[in-house]
């Protein structure tokens, strides 16, 4: 066991060798007496070299690559499941549906996972199960068991899709994370639209069972790089050290805790608060209107791939692979939309390099343009598509800036709610995540017998309408979206309430952020928010469970880097 743990320790893509670190005469300590990172600490994820981190965000987008391109690969394939095991397409439909409701489980239950035990084991344990539970759907004996297979391997797989953000923030800055975000949402659209494309070949010649073996060695390769991931999460790499220390057992050190060692948390109370808390801000208005538009996006998402055989396999002829080509048209416009975000977070960075304040509103300048192209490009597809004598180049090209429209939605919703909620994001992130994943899980069910009724012009057309609708919001929330945020009890920029504890804790939190300021930028970057908040606590005298009221940001946003966004 030592011979495994030293090779696997020596691939981890870290630049240090903990075994060969030497304790400083004097260790490191931060103002509250806890073990932090020194200014320039090798250990700190933040100070690797650019190489390394984009080696490590690599590997985290591969396995995100896996898990969104496993959610539809089996749609190209529902002819030969439903053949095989004498079920209708629909009831093969269950595949995709029960795969995505076991994404509800990431940020329910990994993400917490991953802040008391760390994101490098949660990695490896989850993909390789993951991996594993696609051999029972590989080689499943009946559709109960492909069913069973789907389920868990969506769940297991929710965990990389879940705290691959996490990796992101723990290794780059707030300017910098601008770029990985933009290529990790990338990831989100493209491995599904690849999916129906590679099924819909493979079923002209082979079956659905070939679509797992795919998977399969998409997994295997994947898993190489997976086994170099190091720990990135800052709190459970300072309690490596504290033991470290403590073994050490150096004169006046002998009792040195990390931060979250002092908070004393438990698995129980962060799971007490990750299962109840999101449900609670649900219902907060930004929350909920964001749960709403992004359930519609993601639903239309996996409606596409039964959109699309209807299109050009149903109307034109074509064959189930030629017919899922033109779902490239949509890793086109994905990729566009990340460029677009490229652009926006550098204006953004000049902006803030300048002095300029910003507020969690400045966000939704793409999601506004997406907004507007949401309905434009939906009633072009429906109604170019909808007659076979148009050229099929017209309605992809369309498909092209449906999916940018849609990218750029998602985006921007996405870091509108970070930079609103801060400390909350987390809760509020996870329970957008479960509402979309189980919208999108009901596409497959209802879209063929939706479009059979209405036409393609007529389906497409009411999924235009909701969206003609829905793009109000985003102009409401930027005219009105500071005044909402005021009267919200979780957005932490209204004045305090003085019957309100949670609200006048945020209140202690953001003047604790203020007084930390004066110190080197390395300690502020080292402290999560679930961090902050435990210390903040502790000096005000809390009662020890309200320090186990807080997981890190879903995205991994530290509450002090948000500073700019979250104080307007």
């Given at each position: 066991m030592v011979k495994l743990g030293r090779i696997l320790s020596r691939a981890t893509a870290k630049p240090y060798r903990t075994a060969h670190l030497e304790l400083d005469e004097r260790p490191y300590l931060n103002e509250h007496g806890h073990v932090d990172f020194k200014p320039g600490d090798i250990e700190n994820p933040h100070n690797w070299s650019t190489p390394r981190r984009w080696y490590v965000t690599f590997?985290?987008?591969?396995?995100?690559?896996?898990?969104?391109?496993?959610?539809?690969?089996?749609?190209?394939?529902?002819?030969?499941?439903?053949?095989?095991?004498?079920?209708s397409e629909e009831a093969a439909g269950l595949t995709i549906t029960l795969f995505?409701?076991?994404?509800?489980?990431?940020?329910?239950?990994?993400?917490?996972?991953?802040?008391?035990?760390?994101?490098?084991?949660?990695?490896?344990?989850?993909?390789?199960?993951?991996?594993?539970?696609?051999?029972?759907?590989?080689?499943?004996?009946?559709?109960?068991?492909?069913?069973?297979?789907?389920?868990?391997?969506?769940?297991?797989?929710?965990?990389?899709?879940?705290?691959?953000?996490?990796?992101?923030?723990?290794?780059w800055g707030p300017v910098e994370r601008g770029n990985t975000m933009a290529a990790f949402s990338c990831m989100v659209w493209v491995g599904p639209a690849l999916g129906p494309v590679v099924g819909g070949f493979l079923e002209l010649k082979k079956d659905w069972r070939w679509s797992f073996y795919v998977l399969l060695w998409l997994g295997a390769?994947?898993?190489?790089?997976?086994?170099?991931?190091?720990?990135?999460?800052?709190?459970?790499?300072?309690?490596?050290?504290?033991?470290?220390?403590?073994?050490?057992?150096?004169?006046?050190?002998?009792?040195?805790?990390?931060?979250?060692?002092?908070?004393?948390?438990?698995?129980?109370?962060?799971?007490?608060?990750?299962?109840?808390r999101p449900w609670i801000i649900l219902f907060d208005p930004i929350s909920f209107l964001c749960a709403v538009y992004m359930s519609v996006v993601y639903t239309l998402l996996y409606m596409?791939?039964?959109?699309?055989?209807?299109?050009?396999?149903?109307?034109?002829?074509?064959?189930?692979?030629?017919?899922?080509?033109?779902?490239?048209?949509?890793?086109?416009?994905?990729?566009?939309?990340?460029?677009?975000?490229?652009f926006d977070s550098k204006r953004k960075a000049r902006k803030m390099e300048k002095g300029i304040p910003m507020k969690p509103e400045d966000r939704l300048t793409i999601a506004i343009i997406g907004g507007i192209g949401f309905p434009a490009t939906?009633?072009?597809?429906?109604?170019?598509?909808?007659?076979?004598?148009?050229?099929?180049?017209?309605?992809?090209?369309?498909?092209?800036?449906?999916?940018?429209?849609?990218?750029?939605i998602f985006v921007g919703y996405l870091n509108y709610l970070v930079d609103s909620y801060l400390m909350y994001a987390a809760s509020a992130i996870a329970v957008n995540t479960v509402c979309r994943?189980?919208?999108?899980?009901?596409?497959?069910?209802?879209?063929?017998q939706m479009f059979s009724a209405l036409g393609i012009g007529g389906g497409g057309s009411l999924i235009g309408g909701v969206a003609t609708v829905l793009a109000s919001i985003p102009f409401v929330f930027y005219k009105f979206g500071e005044r909402i945020r005021i009267r919200s009890r979780f957005a932490p920029t209204g004045p305090r309430k003085p019957d309100d504890e949670e609200a006048q804790r945020v209140e202690k939190v953001e003047e604790s952020a203020e007084a930390r300021g004066n110190f080197p930028p390395t300690l502020s970057e080292s402290s999560s928010t679930m961090i902050d908040e435990g210390r903040d606590e502790k000096?005000?005298?809390?009662?020890?469970?309200?320090?186990?009221?807080?997981?890190?940001?879903?995205?991994g946003e530290p509450r002090d880097k948000n500073v700019e966004f979250g104080r307007q």
């Open positions: 590997c985290a987008v591969l396995l995100v690559v896996n898990a969104t391109f496993a959610s539809s690969a089996v749609s190209g394939c529902f002819g030969s499941i439903s053949k095989e095991f004498h079920v995505l409701l076991g994404y509800c489980a990431g940020p329910l239950i990994f993400a917490p996972l991953s802040e008391f035990y760390g994101r490098r084991w949660i990695f490896y344990s989850t993909f390789l199960l993951y991996i594993a539970f696609n051999f029972l759907c590989a080689f499943a004996p009946n559709f109960g068991s492909l069913l069973v297979g789907r389920f868990l391997t969506g769940t297991f797989v929710s965990a990389p899709l879940s705290n691959s953000p996490g990796v992101l923030a723990d290794l390769g994947t898993a190489i790089p997976m086994f170099t991931i190091p720990e990135t999460f800052g709190p459970m790499i300072l309690v490596h050290r504290a033991r470290r220390i403590r073994r050490a057992k150096i004169p006046g050190y002998e009792n040195v805790k990390a931060p979250v060692e002092e908070g004393d948390r438990t698995l129980l109370g962060i799971y007490k608060v990750a299962l109840t596409l791939f039964s959109i699309y055989p209807i299109v050009f396999q149903q109307q034109r002829g074509w064959n189930a692979g030629v017919g899922e080509l033109p779902l490239i048209g949509s890793v086109i416009g994905s990729l566009i939309g990340g460029i677009i975000v490229l939906m009633f072009w597809f429906a109604w170019t598509a909808n007659y076979s004598w148009i050229h099929w180049i017209v309605p992809t090209i369309a498909g092209v800036f449906l999916a940018t429209s849609l990218m750029l994943s189980a919208c999108g899980a009901a596409a497959p069910l209802f879209t063929n000096c005000v005298g809390k009662r020890r469970e309200s320090q186990d009221d807080d997981i890190q940001n879903d995205l």
